[in-house]
């Protein structure tokens, strides 16, 4: 009998990833991505152990991961010309492993993707680029897709991964407004500026209405973002024209402390993107179609928290289908609600619960008034970090 074929729309980080667990469980996903290739969108991605405890499951993936691990998380302010150093503490990778098991890694996102891509594609998983899905149909044991080129296909179940600006998602619940959250970000990736030779930190900057995270995506690179209060900008991930990354290098970035003015003047690739809230949903799933990741729970990046989530929800999906189905048969629309149901259940309420605390981080970072700023970052500062601030 052949194996039960699902299609996975979307080939980010999410679906390379839920493609080789479902072929490791006897599985035929096949990926749908609606660009004509790998992007070279977005800056990079800081791996977290919950995230890294889901992709050690695929084995020798984490020892193939281009990135770095930092050693040390600094939190320091840049206020009215004085600059403070808040937070020095161990975040090394021995001290991560003895505390959560696993380091974080951070990872340029384009050299992840592909990684990923190139792992899937490995297990045997057939990757369509330029596939953009447009429209579902439904009956008792399949899901027919069609595409805007005119394809058709045809699988057991549809699980949507394309993420934030998901067709999967409107194509079930319709076409939500995404709320403009009155914040911009800026960044890049750049040589390790001096202050920083010699050690690798994740960095968080303060200043009066901006906040700056860095980290090491190599031996001698870090990728940073600044998120501020702005005018309303497109949602996208586009590298800036030539013009337009001079200005942000030469702008007024470029004085701050800590090194951060450092990684502005000599930025490369530099994205700026406006940050959106969407409505949360109260369920990921319609009949035999399924959300995960972004596509189900967007959310802002002031966690780093999106890809780590997508593979909690990859891990517990998977657990649950095994748990249903453990001898990877044909499903039924019934079999199916359970599976869908469970893991709903299961992920709706922790994921819920982190898009708000994203969110709230966000207000808290970047406000504008040094008393102001001095009071968010002593609130940032108040108590233990969480494991997922970790």
């Given at each position: 009998?052949?194996?039960?074929?699902?299609?996975?729309?979307?080939?980010?980080?999410?679906?390379?990833?839920?493609?080789?667990?479902?072929?490791?469980?006897?599985?035929?996903?096949?990926?749908?991505?609606?660009?004509?290739?790998?992007?070279?969108?977005g800056?990079?991605?800081?791996?977290?152990?919950?995230?890294?405890?889901?992709?050690?499951?695929?084995?020798?993936?984490?020892?193939?991961?281009?990135?770095?691990?930092?050693?040390?998380?600094?939190?320091?302010?840049?206020?009215?010309?004085v600059?403070?150093i808040?937070?020095?503490?161990?975040?090394?990778?021995?001290?991560?492993?003895?505390?959560?098991?696993f380091?974080?890694?951070?990872?340029?996102?384009?050299?992840?993707?592909?990684?990923?891509?190139?792992?899937?594609?490995?297990?045997?998983?057939?990757?369509?680029?330029g596939?953009q899905?447009?429209?579902?149909?439904?009956s008792?044991?399949?899901?027919?897709?069609?595409?805007?080129?005119?394809?058709?296909?045809?699988?057991?179940?549809?699980?949507?991964?394309?993420?934030?600006?998901?067709?999967?998602?409107?194509?079930l619940?319709?076409?939500?407004?995404?709320?403009?959250?009155?914040?911009?970000?800026?960044?890049?990736?750049?040589?390790?500026?001096?202050?920083?030779?010699?050690?690798?930190?994740?960095?968080?900057?303060?200043?009066d209405?901006?906040?700056?995270?860095?980290y090491?995506?190599?031996?001698?690179?870090?990728a940073?973002?600044?998120?501020?209060?702005?005018?309303?900008?497109?949602?996208?991930?586009?590298?800036?024209?030539?013009?337009?990354?001079?200005?942000?290098?030469?702008?007024?970035f470029?004085?701050?402390?800590?090194?951060?003015?450092?990684?502005?003047?000599?930025?490369?690739?530099?994205?700026?993107?406006?940050?959106?809230?969407?409505?949360?949903?109260e369920?990921?799933?319609?009949?035999?179609?399924?959300?995960?990741?972004?596509?189900?729970?967007?959310?802002?990046?002031?966690?780093?928290?999106?890809?780590?989530?997508?593979?909690?929800?990859?891990?517990?999906?998977?657990?649950?289908?095994?748990?249903?189905?453990?001898?990877?048969?044909?499903?039924?629309?019934?079999?199916?609600?359970?599976?869908?149901?469970?893991?709903?259940?299961?992920?709706?309420?922790r994921?819920?619960?982190?898009?708000?605390?994203?969110?709230?981080?966000?207000?808290?970072?970047?406000?504008?008034?040094?008393?102001?700023?001095?009071?968010?970052?002593?609130?940032?500062?108040s108590?233990?970090?969480?494991?997922?601030?970790?």
């Amino acid at each position: 009998m052949a194996n039960i074929r699902v299609i996975i729309v979307g080939a980010g980080i999410a679906g390379p990833v839920l493609a080789v667990f479902l072929k490791m469980k006897g599985y035929d996903p096949i990926i749908y991505e609606r660009l004509p290739g790998p992007g070279e969108g977005g800056i990079a991605i800081m791996l977290q152990p919950n995230g890294m405890r889901v992709l050690s499951l695929i084995p020798e993936l984490l020892r193939h991961i281009p990135g770095h691990s930092p050693d040390r998380m600094i939190h320091c302010s840049c206020l009215d010309e004085v600059e403070d150093i808040l937070v020095d503490s161990d975040i090394s990778p021995a001290t991560m492993r003895e505390r959560y098991g696993f380091p974080n890694i951070g990872v340029r996102r384009p050299e992840f993707q592909q990684l990923l891509i190139d792992t899937a594609q490995k297990y045997g998983v057939e990757i369509k680029w330029g596939h953009q899905a447009i429209e579902f149909e439904q009956s008792e044991d399949a899901v027919e897709v069609t595409f805007a080129n005119g394809t058709k296909d045809t699988a057991s179940f549809v699980v949507g991964c394309d993420g934030l600006h998901s067709n999967t998602r409107i194509a079930l619940f319709g076409k939500e407004k995404a709320r403009f959250t009155g914040m911009v970000r800026v960044g890049g990736v750049s040589p390790t500026p001096p202050v920083l030779q010699g050690s690798f930190a994740r960095v968080d900057n303060y200043g009066d209405g901006r906040h700056m995270i860095a980290y090491p995506v190599a031996e001698d690179e870090y990728a940073w973002s600044i998120t501020t209060r702005g005018a309303e900008a497109k949602e996208n991930w586009r590298m800036q024209n030539a013009e337009q990354q001079n200005e942000i290098r030469q702008g007024p970035f470029s004085a701050w402390g800590f090194g951060a003015g450092d990684l502005v003047k000599t930025g490369q690739k530099i994205v700026r993107y406006g940050l959106y809230d969407r409505p949360e949903l109260e369920s990921w799933f319609k009949e035999r179609i399924v959300l995960l990741g972004d596509a189900a729970h967007p959310t802002t990046p002031h966690l780093g928290q999106g890809a780590n989530q997508a593979f909690e929800d990859i891990y517990h999906f998977m657990r649950l289908l095994g748990k249903h189905n453990p001898s990877a048969d044909q499903l039924s629309t019934e079999l199916l609600l359970r599976v869908f149901t469970d893991y709903q259940d299961l992920r709706l309420l922790r994921t819920s619960e982190l898009v708000r605390e994203a969110r709230r981080q966000g207000e808290i970072r970047v406000v504008e008034g040094v008393d102001a700023s001095r009071r968010a970052s002593d609130e940032m500062l108040s108590g233990p970090f969480t494991e997922s601030e970790m």
